[in-house]
Every structure is written in C-alpha cells, then in structure tokens.
C-alpha cells in the first residue's frame, strides 16, 4: 500500500504542477503532465483535454493545444510501446493489466472491490502468455458487463465511490 501511496503523491504534484503551469500559458506545463502519464498512464488522456482547456478561448486554438498534447502523449509513451513490441511482440502502450482489470469489475460475484484470487485457477487461462491472457480476460470482463447492464453500472458506480473514499469500503 505505500507503494500506492508514493506514486499517487508524485501524480497528483505532477498533475497540480502541469495544470498550473498551462494555465499560465506555459509550455513547460507538458513536462509535468508528461512525467504524470508516465507515473499513471490510464492519465493520457489528462494530456490533450488539459491542454484543450489551457488553449481556450478560440476552438481552433483549443484544437491545437489538444493536438500538441496528443503530440507529447505519444512520444512519451513510444518507447515503452517499442519496449513491449520488441518483447511481446505487439504494440502497448500502457499496460497488459487491461483485460484483469475489466475482468475484475464486471466479472460474476463483483461487489466493486478487487478480487483476483480465481485466475490462478481459470482453465481458461493456463498457459497463456501476457497479452494472450491480457485479451482472454478483456474480452469476458467485456461479456460480463454487456450481459447486465444495470448491474454494470452499479458496479461502476460503487467502484467511483470506492475510489473517492478515504475509507474502503
């Protein structure tokens, strides 16, 4: 837990550093934004849509920004994208946690907390490489989710709550 603990204090001072700095109207706003992605990459998308907002007013403006963010976003994360294209033999660009994680919110017996304990135990899933595994769970957490649609957005509203908390629930 403090592992969790460390890297969400140098993401949120990135991301507070970056966020202020293009409100200024500074460029230099992007590196921090960029060492925030890295530390958290599910934050690409902070990138563009901040720096979307930093180039308002004026769409086309806003549209540049954005697109000098999309810019950044992707060169910082192309070396670990080549990385893992040499190693796994395919492009990704952030993690091959994905599909666990899909699997882990809308799988049956979910309660919006996190329990990995049966994929030792899936058939399923027996030797599968990373990505393989990667796409086998993705695409059943996909199934679950579809199968009940009410109950997904359940899941999905405990799971927000959950992660708002500052204690578990």
Known sequence: FTGLLLSETLFTAALAWGICLLGRRSLLGLLPLAVAVLVRPAAVVLLPAACAIAGWPGVRRSLAYAGVGTAVAVLVLLPWAYRNHQLLGEWVWTTTNTGQTTYDGFRPGATGASDLAELPKMPELRGLGEVARNHVLAELGRR??????????????????RAWSDVFM
Do not use: E, G, T, V
């Open 144 to 161: 679950y989710l579809l199968a009940d649609l009410p109950r997904s957005c359940r899941l999905a509203m405990h799971k927000i709550a």
